[in-house]
């Protein structure tokens, strides 16, 4: 209603506008005077005013994906005391809100005449500790210059994203290097299971031999299931809309290449992630470690 008298005061003036509305014009100068010193506001004002701010830096400093639940959690990691449906109102009233996922993509393409090991997870993707079950799968991108592919080796533990690779082909090459660098970057202990779906990059014969030689024992879920690779799917689900869909449209592999190393980056030592806690993944890995460390020292 200010808003409006704002609006018309130049034509109508105050005084007429307030008797038609009705309202009276004492009520819109004292609204004008809050408006002009903060100080004067209600304490309701005052808070949901600094509330605004937070809530600003918070979603436009984790990449304006998160909703109002994710925002919500993470001031309550920087010590906000301040309810959820709170967050919900202002969110709305700003116009914020969080990215909403699509359809993922179909990227396997099985051989079913091809042997496959066995489904040592049967979809179970919880591990005890990091380093015991890793989840491979990979996505493409439209590009102006065609389809880059980008694939991902994610830790189940912490959900932490271990090893990726972008590329113009989605050849043995692609899912390889993204092994290559999970491996280099975790150094796993044999024993540790991949699981993956039916695609025949993951089956072939330079992919299978390199899993025997560090010790890690795959894993294949059934063809045509995404609940058999699930935790991978949500994983690219939440790349694919919160950088793909987001930033788009794609000139070339480099960019879709630098999006992700931000995101990547971003997503494990920043992103609150529900299943563990509403923690980063970094955190969840850190604060096993810790927990470890002290049972060591009380034993």
Not at 269 to 286: K, N, S, T, V
Request: charged share 25%; with cysteine.
């Amino acid at each position: 209603m200010i808003d409006f008298i704002d609006d018309h005061r130049n034509v109508y003036g105050v005084g007429p506008i307030c008797t038609v509305l009705p309202i009276a014009s004492s009520t819109y100068h004292d609204a004008k005077l809050r408006q002009a010193n903060p100080e004067r506001r209600s304490a309701r004002q005052q808070r949901d005013a600094r509330m605004r701010e937070a809530i600003q830096q918070t979603w436009e400093a984790n990449k304006c994906v998160y909703g109002a639940r994710k925002v919500w959690r993470q001031l309550q990691r920087d010590q906000w005391q301040v309810a959820r449906c709170t967050v919900e109102r202002l969110m709305q009233d700003m116009g914020l809100q969080g990215v909403t996922r699509g359809c993922a993509p179909r990227t396997t393409r099985a051989d079913p005449r091809q042997a496959v090991p066995e489904d040592h997870v049967r979809r179970d993707f919880t591990a005890d500790a990091p380093n015991q079950l890793w989840v491979a799968d990979f996505t493409y991108v439209a590009t102006w210059r065609g389809f880059v592919y980008v694939a991902f080796v994610i830790d189940a533990y912490a959900r932490r994203i271990v090893g990726w690779r972008a590329s113009s082909a989605p050849n043995t090459s692609l899912v390889l290097d993204a092994l290559e660098q999970a491996i280099h970057d975790r150094q796993p202990a044999k024993g540790l299971i991949q699981h993956t779906d039916r695609g025949v990059q993951y089956l072939s014969i330079r992919y299978s031999e390199r899993l025997t030689e560090v010790g890690i024992k795959p894993s294949v879920g059934r063809v045509g299931s995404s609940y058999d690779n699930a935790l991978a799917e949500t994983v690219i689900g939440l790349f694919k809309t919160e950088v793909i869909r987001r930033m788009g449209p794609w000139r070339h592999l480099e960019a879709v290449e630098f999006a992700t190393l931000d995101w990547i980056d971003w997503f494990n030592q920043q992103r609150l992630f529900g299943p563990i806690g509403d923690i980063p993944p970094a955190e969840a890995e850190e604060d096993f470690y810790a927990t470890l460390s002290e049972s060591a020292k009380v034993a």
